[in-house]
């Protein structure tokens, strides 16, 4: 059986799903065509419910539950890995404007559905004036002057100070201060039209998958780093190191609450609509 696959670029995603992909793991008959995507674009063909597995913002997931369903395995959760404001001047004079009432700063934000998106509304609700960029072009836009500040994700947290650039806030560090919980950035998603038995596949596969990784992590390096931007291994595989983690193996208790109570925050502040289905997947 064929399936559509979506997910990103970014050495976490490669990492997880290499076993997989290449068949290192039984993958109990299922077989993938494979699309590398940005993960906006990815929240996007969700939206449009164009794939049968695809890995999506959480934010974004609220507004596709009703096509997709949540897979215990392949997410990320954690702490200490929250998306970051940066800035090229002065921190402290941005973020009291940010506290303010009105908020002009225009801030360049990786995707309108994207989970930073979703803290930044979170943590500075007045912080309106925001523009769509690929999390990959955020810190040159700020180091241009054609954004104010920055929301930068995955590997761009460690490479800004590089850049001459400042941190503002760890929005995710504000997470967790707030709630006490990881902070649920991404999941792994299916087709609510495939059978539950495939459902139930599919999460098997992608489990062994980050086990196989877990146990061989260079197994999948000349694959990683095919995606990897020029990145450096030190700096690949600290960015697997901060996002895969034992919620990606399995979200569990602790990893389940923490996606219902980002859940319960955004409607509570009307970010997301109500979501009425069974997000996880079901255990029947």
């Not at 040159?140 to 104010?148: I, Q, S, W």
């Not at 850049?163 to 503002?168: A, E, F, N, S, T």
Request: negative net charge; hydrophobic residues 40%.
């Amino acid at each position: 059986m064929k399936l559509s696959l979506g997910f990103s670029p970014c050495p976490n995603d490669t990492f997880i799903f290499d076993a997989m992909i290449h068949h290192k793991i039984d993958t109990e008959g299922l077989d993938f065509k494979v699309f590398y995507d940005d993960v906006e674009t990815l929240n996007q063909k969700a939206m449009r419910g164009e794939l049968d597995i695809t890995k999506l913002s959480y934010h974004a997931f609220a507004y596709v539950a009703d096509k997709y369903v949540l897979m215990d395995a392949g997410s990320a959760l954690g702490f200490g890995v929250g998306p970051l404001l940066i800035c090229k001047d002065d921190p402290e004079k941005l973020i009291s404007d940010l506290k303010s009432h009105v908020s002009n700063l225009k801030i360049g934000i990786p995707g309108k559905y994207t989970t930073a998106n979703f803290l930044l509304g979170t943590a500075f609700p007045n912080a309106t004036n925001k523009v769509e960029l690929v999390f990959s072009d955020i810190e040159n836009a700020v180091l241009e002057g054609r954004v104010d500040i920055g929301l930068i994700i995955h590997e761009n947290r460690f490479t800004y100070q590089d850049k001459g650039l400042k941190k503002i806030i760890d929005l995710g560090d504000y997470w967790e201060k707030e709630t006490g919980c990881a902070i649920p950035l991404g999941g792994i998603v299916a087709n609510r039209k495939l059978p539950l038995d495939v459902q139930h596949k599919i999460n098997r596969v992608i489990r062994r998958s980050v086990e196989f990784a877990f146990e061989n992590p260079k197994s999948g390096l000349e694959f990683i780093r095919s995606h990897a931007q020029e990145m450096s291994e030190e700096v690949m595989y600290k960015h697997i190191d901060l996002y895969v983690n034992k919620y990606s193996v399995d979200l569990g208790a602790e990893g389940k609450k923490a996606i219902k109570l980002l859940f319960d925050k955004a409607l509570e502040n009307n970010i997301i609509p109500e979501v009425k289905e069974d997000i996880f997947l079901n255990r029947d």
